[in-house]
């Protein structure tokens, strides 16, 4: 037996399954094209980071959000119209909140293909609101690369000897993502500035696997920032900056950055759910990504 209601876009079932020696209760849910059974007793790990302000952040990537308190909004409902007399007993006002300053790419997010460049391919690239949604719920897999030192890119190589060590297959529409334990750098000045990096090789290699998207716990997808501009100076060599990102001019794939938690999930046996926000024209958005274990 079926129950079904719908809310909106959103279709939410709850289906009994009933057999000898079994009772099972799963919840089915649809969003648009895309549908998912979760077991009501799945465990939710967050991967995603606190939106706050931060003034170890980078002075381009600091978010500010201005807090109004309950009391604030009984005027504005005056303005509106509404006497003072005829306001619910005991009603202390709505709170509110107003982002001042936040970019796409400050907090845990989805970088969608228009963010690497404007063409993929020869093809207009992806917005994030173009983002196909089932490119944003799969079967996660978690790549350990906490070993990797500060600016040692991680190769092909890395890969590979990873996947055999723990045993786990890589398969096309999995979510990949990155373990580096830079995440508890987050909150301090050396997160944007320390860490490891995806080598575009690498890059590479997971989208020809059927990998669209793939996430990391650090502050971005390749080495860190000022290490890439150094080295670059150094060599006089312009194509050292931003080599993993810029594989996406070829070959159209998306990656999280900024995850956490990463050190919570097992190597496989999970989904991910990455929805990002749907802001029109934009090359990212910030994204609530949540890994669900059955417990």
């Known amino acids: 037996m079926v129950r079904q209601r719908r809310l ?14 079994v009772h099972s209760t799963r919840r089915i849910i649809s969003f648009g094209e895309l ?26 990537m600091r978010v500010r ?49 228009w963010h690497y460049a404007p063409i993929v391919a020869g093809q207009p690239a992806k917005t994030i609101d173009q983002i196909p949604l089932d490119w944003c719920y799969g079967d996660g897999l978690v790549i350990d690369m906490s070993h990797k030192a500060d600016f040692d890119p991680i190769t092909v190589d890395d890969l590979q000897n990873a996947l055999q060590k723990t045993g786990v297959e890589l398969k096309p529409t999995m979510i990949v993502l990155i373990r580096t334990g830079r995440d508890k750098l ?18 590479r290699w997971l989208i020809n696997q059927g990998i669209n998207v793939m996430g990391i716990d ?20 312009r194509e050292l900056f931003w080599q993993a990102h810029l594989v996406g001019r070829e070959l159209e794939y998306c990656h999280m950055e900024q995850l956490v938690n ?28 949540v890994a669900i274990l059955d417990s």
């Open 186 to 203: 987050n909150g301090t000045k050396e997160f944007a500035e320390k860490g490891t990096g995806m080598s575009p090789e690498a890059t």
């Open 65 to 113: 959000i201005k807090h109004k308190p309950h009391s604030r909004a009984k005027w504005l409902i005056r303005l509106l119209g509404l006497p003072f007399r005829l306001f619910p007993k005991d009603f202390t006002g709505w709170a509110d909140d107003t982002i001042q300053s936040m970019g796409v790419h400050s907090t845990t997010h989805l970088d969608a293909p």
């Open 262 to 289: 990463l050190d919570a999930l097992p190597a496989s046996g999970f989904k991910v759910c990455v929805f990002p926000l749907k802001i029109i024209g934009a090359s990212a958005a910030p994204a609530r990504v």
């Open 35 to 60: 549908t998912t059974c979760l077991p009501l007793m799945s465990r939710l790990i967050d991967l995603s980071k606190p939106i706050r302000y931060n003034p170890n952040d980078p002075w381009f």
């Open 218 to 237: 650090q502050w971005g997808w390749d080495l860190p920032f000022p290490y890439m501009i150094k080295q670059a100076k150094i060599s006089q060599n």
């Open 8 to 21: 909106r876009n959103v279709w939410l079932s709850t289906k009994f399954c009933d057999s000898p020696g």
